[in-house]
């Protein structure tokens, strides 16, 4: 079964902190990897995606992948409360996408 | 990026009936669209698979008879909840790629289903 493991949270982080949000995958064979953000009632909106170990950043996000270790992670620096929402991961051996259960973040202003 | 939209947002129907979400993408022609499921706090499942003029390919545990999907076309995907009952009730959520072997897919606005 292949899987996509993420901490449910919620992570609380202050308005203008880093957040970081964190994600295992368990198919060696995947090629891809999102990062969407949710808002409750709405359908995800793709953030970031990387396809490289090493970093990549977009504004203030930051991805981070490292498939030796099946690791994928988020960084969103200045968090603003408008941040807040379920961040879900993903990977893609190039057909199907696996989505993760998505961590909740909250930033208190 | 790329713009897919789904109708209706949201619907309320009596169990028993059927009811038919569309799936359209709108600036550009979707070889393959894929039809999710989500219930409250859980992670989005794929219901199936289908492909512009072929059958839909069904994940395990969800029934094709009772989740008819019907791509006729490059930009219209359908799903048709038959027989509708209050444990169908969800966020259906399609999304959309552009061409084939792009991982990047593009999701509908959602449609929630409440079935009374």
């Known amino acids: 079964q292949k899987e996509v493991e993420q901490n449910s949270g919620p992570l609380s982080v202050p308005e203008g902190a880093i957040a970081s949000l964190n994600c295992t995958y368990s198919?060696?064979?995947?090629?891809?990897f999102f990062w969407y953000r949710q808002y409750s009632g709405k359908s995800p909106e793709l953030i970031m995606f990387?396809?490289?170990?090493g970093d990549k950043e977009d504004g203030r996000f930051t991805a981070q992948l490292n498939k030796a270790s099946q690791y994928v992670s988020l960084l969103i620096r200045d968090s603003q409360p408008s941040d807040s929402a379920t961040y879900l991961c993903?990977?893609?051996?190039?057909?199907?996408?696996?989505f993760g259960a998505g961590t909740r973040l909250f930033v208190k202003a | 990026g790329a713009v897919v939209s789904q109708h209706p947002s949201w619907v309320i129907c009596k169990s028993g009936t059927s009811v038919k979400i569309e799936c359209r993408s709108l600036?550009?022609?979707?070889?393959?669209m894929f039809w999710y499921r989500q219930f409250p706090k859980q992670s989005l499942m794929l219901m199936a698979t289908?492909?512009?003029?072929?059958?839909?390919?069904?994940e395990q545990g969800v029934e094709k008879d009772k989740f008819l999907i019907n791509h006729a076309s490059l930009t219209l995907s359908t799903l048709t909840v038959t027989s509708a009952h209050p444990e169908d009730s969800s966020f259906y959520i399609c999304?959309?790629?552009?061409?084939?072997?792009?991982?990047?897919?593009?999701f509908g606005q959602g449609t929630r289903l409440t079935v009374v």
């Open positions: 993903a990977s893609s051996g190039g057909f199907k996408t696996i």
């Open positions: 198919d060696r064979g995947s090629q891809s």
């Open positions: 990387i396809y490289s170990n």
């Open positions: 600036d550009f022609q979707a070889t393959t």
């Open positions: 289908s492909n512009e003029g072929s059958k839909a390919t069904y």
């Open positions: 999304s959309a790629r552009t061409r084939q072997g792009d991982t990047e897919a593009f």
